[in-house]
C-alpha cells in the first residue's frame, strides 16, 4: 500500500481502520485521541475523492475466489491465468488465488457475492457449475451476474463420437442413433452435459442416459468398456484419450458443438475444421431454424458453459478506469502470441473473449425468460425425470 | 523398455530430482501429520513452486508429496485415535489401542515399515503391470464396482464385535448418513432439511473425527490420565518388538500389498474400501482374532502395508485413462494438468520414460518417507506419557481445526457434534463405530455403482465373470477360515477354548442390556422413520436407496429387541452422563467459536483449562497458549488457512496484525 494518495476512497478508509487499531494497542489512554486523529484526515479526504480517481491505480494484490478445490480444472485454469494476465498489468500486481469449494462452487461464489467489496482487487473465477445454477433458478444461488463486470471468459469445444459398432462412417451411425436406443453416461442431467443432451433430443436420438459418473473420463471409461456407445468430451481430453480409439477404428467421430463467433453464432470449432456442428446437422433438416425455443435455449447453454465456459468477474461497482485497464489488459493478452502458444497446450486453442462484446454476450446467455425456464423444466421432468427445484 | 526402466532409474537419482523429491516429503509429511490438511493442502502448498518448473523435477516434488501422505497421517491414528484421513481408518481400531497400551512406539514402527514395504512392492507390481493394465481397469465396469463395494459392507459382520445385529443397525445409520446429499442417479437432494451445509453431504473427515476422536477424548478427559494406561517402562523398547512384529508377519504385508495394488488400480474405489478389506483379511485369518479391536499389531500392520501399495496402484487409472482412483491421484492428476501433461494411453508408448520416472520416484518417496518417520517413531511416541489434561485442549483444539477445514463451514463443526454424539453413546454401549464409518463411507458408492449397473447390464450384471469371481472370493474369504478352525478345533480341543475370548465377555457383549442402548434403538428407529418421510415425494431411482437403508436399520433395531427378549436381557448399567456433560461443554465452546471468533476462544480455552482444570502454572500455561497460537496463526499465514472470525478475533487479531 505504498500509493495511498492514488487509491480510490474505500481503499483509503481501510487503511486507516487498520492504522487505528494498531495504534490502540501501543497505548490504551490515548485511545480516543487517536481515533479523532484517524477519522480526521479520512474526513479530509472524503470530499477530495471524487478528484481523486482521475489516475486510478491497480492495487498491488489482487485476490481470485476460486469457488473449486485445488488442483481442479478452474483451479489450473485460474493459476495459469493469473501468471500471464498480471503480466499486462501495470504495476504487475501478485494474485492470491482463495480456494473456496463446495456446493459444486455455489457456496464459494455465494460467500463472494456477500462479501467482496468493489475495490477492484477481489475477483471472482466462475465455470459453468457456476452459471447453470443461476440460469436454472436453483435455491441455493444467491449470486446475479449483473453484479458482475466481465474481464475476460475463455472457451472451450467438444465433440459428440460413437462406437464403430453403431457404423463405419457419421453417417450411418447417425441414421442408426436415429432408430436404435443407445446409452449414454453422464454425470447429472442439469451440469455440463445439458446442452448435448438437448442436442441429442433436437436431432431426435433415442438416448437412455445413466448418470451419477463422476466425470466426463468415467463417462469415457464406460464407452470404453464397451457399456455406452455414444460419449462427449471436451477438447483437451478428446485429443489426449479419445484420438487413439479414432485411429484404431473402435470409434467414429460425429459433430462437435462448434464455437461462437463475435457475433454470437455458432461457427466449426477450429480445432475440428473437418467435423461439422450440431447447429449445421440441425439446422440442415428441414422446418428447423435458428428461431426455434429449442434452439434459443440450446445456445444460451451453450454460450454459457462452452464458448464462455470459465470466466473472470468483478464487482461492478469497480472504478470504471480501473476496470478498463483490466478488459485492456486481457485484450493484449489475447493477442500475445507468446501466450497463445502456451495456451494452446495447457487450456486449448482457443480465443479469449474480452471487451463490451463479450460482456453482452455473456448478459443474454444469463438470461432466461419465464416460458425458456418453464422449457427446460418440462424438458427435465418428460425426458430425465427430474423435477427442477428451482426458486 | 529395459533402456527406459534404466534411464528413468538414472533420472531419480540425480541430485537435483532427489532435493525436489524431499521438499515433496517434507511437505507431504507436514500436511499428513496435521489431521484435517492431507493431500490438497500440500498442492496448494507446493502449487506455486510447480509452476514452470522442468516437468521432471515438478514431477519429482509432485511424487513426494503423494507418496507420503498415506504414512504421515499414522502419527495422529495411532496416537491420538483421530483419522487423518480416509487412508487411515482402520489404522486407528487397533493403533490407538495399542498406544493405550503405552504401545505407540511398536505401533508406529510397525505401520511404517509396513508402510515402506507396502509402498515398494506396491511399486514393484505397478512396474509391469502398467503395461499390461488396460484391459484389467477396463474389465472392470460397475456391475464388479458394486460387488466390491458389497465386500467391503459384508466386513460390518466381522466388526460388530459379538453382535451381529447391533453392527447391522450401526451400518444401517451409517448408510442413512451417507445418503444426505444429492441422489446420483437423478441429482435430487435427500434429508438435507433445507440446510445449505447438508447439500453436500457430511464431509468423511468430519464423521471419522466425531465417531472416533471425539468419544476418546472423552473418555480420556473423564479418566484424567495419559494416553498411555499403563507400561511406561516399556515405551523405548516398542521399536524393536515393531520390526520383529513386522518380518513375523511378512506374509501378510505381502498379500495386503498385493491386493492394495490391485484395488488402487480400479477407479472410483480404491481408498475407501482397501483397509476394510486387508483389515478384515488379516481378522479373518489370524488363529486368535480375540484381540482385534483391542490392540492386535496385525490390525495395524494391514491397512498399513495396504494403502501405500494402494497409492501405487491408484497411479494406473489416473496415468492411463485421466480418471483419478483415489483422492490423493485427483490431487496428482491436477498437478500434472498444471504441468501441461495430459493423461491418456501416450503415458506408456511416447512418456514411458516419464510414467517409469513417476513410479520410482514413489517406491524412493515411499522408502525416504517411512524412514525418516521410523526415525521420528521413538521420540514422538513418548507424547503418549504427557498427562492428558495437558495434552486434551490441544487435541481438541486440534479437531476443531481439522474439521473445520472440511468445507470450512460452521455446519462443519455442528456435524461433527452431532456425530460425537452419536460416537459417545456408541462406545459406552459397545456399538460397532468401525460400522457405522463403513455404512457412511460406502453408501454413496454402494448405491452409484447398483443403479448404473442395473442401468448397463440389467440383471445380467450379476453373472458377469468379473463378478462372479468376486462373489467367490467373498465367500471363500468366510468360509475359508470357519472350515480351517472347525479342523483345528478337532485336532487340539484344549487349545481352541482357551484362545476363545472369556465367556463372561461373549454373554455380556450379546446379551447385556442398558438404557443407551435404549436410547440409540429409539434414535435410530426415530431417524429411520424420518428418512422415510422425507424421501417420500422423490424420484424411485432417488428414494430407493435411503428408503433400503431405513429399512436396514429399522429390522435391525427389531432384530435386536426381538434377540434380547428371547435370549433374555442382562440389566447392565452404562453411565454416560459425565460423558455427554463433556460433549456440553464442547458444543458451548463451538457456541462460543461461532460467536467470537475460533482463535481468541481456542487460546482463552487453553489458558483457562490449563489453569483452572489442569492447575499448572501460569507460566506453563501462557507457554502452552502461546505454543498454540503460533500453531494457529502460522498455519493460517502459510497454508492461506481460514478460520472462522467474530467478535473477539476482530478486534484482537489486526492487532497482532498478521492477517
Known amino acids: 500500500m505504498s500509493n495511498t494518495l492514488g487509491l480510490s476512497k474505500h481503499r483509503n478508509l481501510k487503511h486507516r481502520n487498520v492504522k487505528c487499531t494498531s495504534f490502540k494497542r501501543m497505548s490504551l489512554k490515548h485511545s480516543l485521541k487517536t481515533v479523532l486523529a484517524c477519522l480526521l484526515p479520512v474526513m479530509g479526504v472524503l470530499p477530495l475523492s471524487s478528484v481523486a480517481h482521475a489516475n486510478v491505480e491497480v492495487p498491488d494484490t489482487l485476490t481470485w475466489t476460486v469457488p473449486f478445490g485445488v488442483g481442479g480444472g478452474t483451479d489450473v485454469w485460474a493459476r495459469f491465468m493469473s501468471n500471464w494476465v498480471t503480466q499486462d498489468l501495470p504495476g504487475q500486481p501478485t494474485v492470491v488465488i482463495d480456494n473456496v469449494p463446495g456446493g459444486g462452487s455455489i457456496t464459494g461464489v455465494n460467500l463472494f457475492s456477500k462479501r467482496a467489496d468493489a475495490d477492484g482487487d477481489e475477483m471472482i473465477v466462475t465455470s459453468a457449475s457456476t452459471q447453470y445454477p443461476a440460469m436454472l433458478r436453483d435455491r441455493r444461488v444467491r449470486y446475479h451476474y449483473a453484479d458482475w463486470e466481465l474481464i475476460l471468459a475463455a472457451p472451450t469445444g467438444g465433440v459428440v463420437y460413437a462406437s464403430s459398432s453403431l457404423g463405419q462412417d457419421s453417417d450411418s451411425v447417425l441414421k442408426k442413433l436415429a432408430s436404435e436406443e443407445v446409452k449414454f453416461a453422464g454425470q447429472t442431467p442439469t451440469g455440463l452435459e445439458m446442452p448435448v443432451l438437448m442436442a441429442f433430443d433436437m436431432l431426435g436420438f433415442k438416448i437412455s442416459p445413466v448418470f451419477g459418473m463422476k466425470s466426463r473420463g468415467e463417462g469415457r471409461l464406460a464407452f470404453e468398456r464397451g457399456e455406452v456407445a455414444l460419449d462427449f468430451q471436451t477438447t483437451s481430453a478428446y485429443k489426449s484419450n479419445v484420438t487413439p480409439l479414432i485411429e484404431a477404428g473402435q470409434a467414429v467421430p460425429l459433430f462437435s458443438l462448434g464455437m461462437m463467433n463475435e457475433d454470437g453464432h455458432i461457427e466449426r470449432d477450429p480445432s475440428f475444421p473437418d467435423l461439422p456442428t450440431f447447429s449445421e446437422l440441425y439446422l440442415a433438416q428441414s422446418g428447423h431454424s435458428r428461431n426455434d425455443e429449442a434452439y434459443q435455449i440450446f445456445h444460451k447453454f451453450f454460450a454459457s458453459g462452452y464458448a464462455m465456459q470459465k470466466m473472470l468477474l468483478v464487482p461492478k461497482d469497480v472504478d470504471p478506469q480501473l476496470l478498463e485497464q483490466y478488459r485492456q489488459a486481457a485484450r493484449t493478452l489475447a493477442d500475445d502470441p507468446a501466450f497463445l502458444k502456451e495456451a494452446e497446450q495447457k487450456i486449448g486453442p482457443y480465443k479469449l473473449m474480452v471487451g463490451q462484446k463479450a460482456a453482452a454476450h455473456l448478459q443474454s446467455a444469463m438470461q432466461l425468460s419465464e416460458t425458456q425456464h418453464e422449457w427446460v423444466k418440462q424438458w427435465l421432468m418428460e425426458r430425465h425425470h427430474i423435477r427442477l427445484q428451482s426458486r | ?659
Open chain 2, 1 to 659: 523398455m529395459i533402456d527406459t526402466l534404466l534411464s528413468s532409474l538414472g533420472h531419480v537419482f540425480t541430485l537435483t530430482h532427489l532435493l525436489f523429491m524431499i521438499v515433496g516429503i517434507f511437505t507431504g509429511l507436514l500436511v499428513g501429520i496435521i489431521p484435517g490438511l492431507g493431500g490438497i493442502a500440500g498442492m496448494a502448498l507446493l502449487l506455486p513452486f510447480l509452476y514452470g518448473l522442468d516437468p521432471g523435477y515438478a514431477l519429482g516434488m509432485l511424487m513426494g508429496l503423494v507418496a507420503v501422505i498415506p504414512t504421515g497421517d499414522t502419527f495422529a491414528s495411532v496416537l491420538m485415535g483421530i483419522p487423518g484421513s480416509s487412508a487411515s481408518q482402520a489404522t486407528v481400531l487397533d493403533g490407538f489401542p495399542l498406544a493405550r497400551k503405552g504401545q505407540a512406539a511398536r505401533a508406529l514402527t510397525s505401520a511404517f515399515l509396513s508402510s515402506l514395504c507396502g509402498g515398494v512392492i506396491g511399486a514393484i507390481i505397478l512396474t509391469g503391470f502398467i503395461l499390461i493394465a488396460r484391459p484389467l481397469v477396463l474389465a472392470f465396469s460397475s456391475a464388479e464396482l458394486f460387488v466390491l463395494t458389497l465386500l467391503g459392507l459384508t466386513m460390518v459382520a466381522v466388526l460388530s464385535g459379538g453382535n451381529l445385529f447391533k453392527g447391522t443397525a450401526a451400518c444401517g445409520l451409517g448408510l442413512l448418513v451417507g445418503a444426505i446429499g444429492a441422489a446420483p442417479a437423478t441429482g435430487e437432494y435427500r434429508m438435507n432439511l433445507d440446510i445449505d451445509y447438508l447439500y453436500d453431504g457430511i464431509p468423511l473427515i468430519v464423521v471419522g473425527l466425531g465417531i472416533f476422536a471425539l468419544p476418546e477424548i472423552v473418555e480420556l478427559l473423564l479418566s484424567r490420565g495419559s494416553i498411555a494406561k499403563d507400561g511406561h517402562a516399556h515405551l523405548g523398547k516398542g521399536w524393536s518388538t515393531g520390526i520383529k512384529d513386522v518380518f513375523k508377519n511378512k506374509w501378510l504385508v505381502a498379500r495386503c500389498a498385493g491386493i492394495g495394488s490391485l484395488v488402487g488400480t480400479i477407479p472410483g474405489l480404491a481408498g475407501s474400501v482397501v483397509d476394510w478389506i486387508t483389515y478384515g483379511f488379516a481378522l479373518k485369518s489370524a488363529k486368535d482374532p480375540s484381540q482385534f479391536g483391542k490392540g492386535d499389531i496385525r490390525g495395524v500392520i494391514a491397512p498399513e502395508s495396504a494403502n501405500n501399495a494402494c497409492a501405487c496402484g491408484a497411479m494406473v487409472p489416473t496415468l492411463l485413462f485421466g480418471v483419478p482412483g483415489s483422492g490423493t491421484a485427483a490431487v496428482f492428476l491436477g498437478g500434472l494438468l498444471l504441468l501441461g501433461l495430459e493423461p491418456g494411453v501416450s503415458m506408456i508408448t511416447t512418456h514411458l520414460d516419464m510414467t517409469y520416472t513417476i513410479i520410482w520416484s514413489l517406491a524412493l518417496a515411499n522408502i525416504l518417507g517411512a524412514g525418516l518417520c521410523l526415525v521420528l517413531a521413538r521420540p514422538v511416541a513418548q507424547l503418549t506419557r504427557v498427562p492428558f489434561a495437558i495434552l486434551a485442549p490441544a487435541i481438541t483444539i486440534l479437531i476443531l481445526f481439522a474439521a473445520y477445514q472440511a468445507s470450512r463451514s460452521l455446519g462443519d463443526w455442528v456435524a461433527l457434534g452431532m456425530i460425537g454424539m452419536i460416537g459417545v453413546l456408541f462406545k459406552s454401549a459397545g456399538w460397532s463405530r468401525p460400522a457405522f464409518l463403513i455404512g457412511f463411507v460406502l453408501a454413496p458408492g454402494a448405491e452409484n455403482y447398483f443403479y448404473q449397473s442395473m442401468q448397463f447390464h440389467g440383471a445380467e450384471a450379476f453373472l458377469r465373470p468379473g463378478v462372479l469371481i468376486i462373489l467367490g472370493l467373498i465367500l471363500l474369504a468366510f468360509f475359508l477360515p470357519v472350515i480351517r478352525k472347525a479342523i483345528i478345533r478337532r485336532d487340539q480341543t484344549h487349545d481352541a477354548i482357551e484362545a476363545a475370548p472369556s465367556p463372561q465377555e461373549d454373554v455380556l457383549a450379546s446379551r447385556g442390556f442398558g438404557g443407551i442402548d435404549a436410547l440409540l434403538l429409539t434414535m435410530m428407529a426415530v431417524v429411520s422413520l424420518w428418512a422415510l418421510y422425507d424421501v417420500r415425494d422423490l424420484m424411485p431411482l432417488g428414494k430407493a436407496f435411503p428408503t433400503l437403508a431405513a429399512f436396514i436399520t429399522l429390522v435391525s433395531v427389531i432384530a435386536v429387541i426381538f434377540n434380547g427378549w428371547r435370549r433374555g436381557m442382562i440389566r447392565v448399567q452404562q453411565p454416560t452422563f459425565k460423558a455427554l456433560g463433556v460433549m456440553l461443554g464442547f458444543f458451548i465452546l463451538i457456541g462460543v467459536s461461532a460467536l467470537q471468533g475460533f482463535v481468541t476462544t481456542a487460546l482463552l480455552f487453553c489458558l483457562g483449562f490449563q489453569l483452572f482444570i489442569a492447575r499448572k502454572s501460569a507460566k506453563f500455561a501462557g507457554l502452552f497458549t502461546l505454543g498454540v497460537a503460533v500453531f494457529l496463526l502460522g498455519m493460517q499465514s502459510v497454508m492461506n488457512l481460514h478460520y472462522p472470525t467474530g467478535l473477539l478475533d476482530d478486534v484482537v487479531l489486526p492487532m497482532i496484525s498478521l492477517r
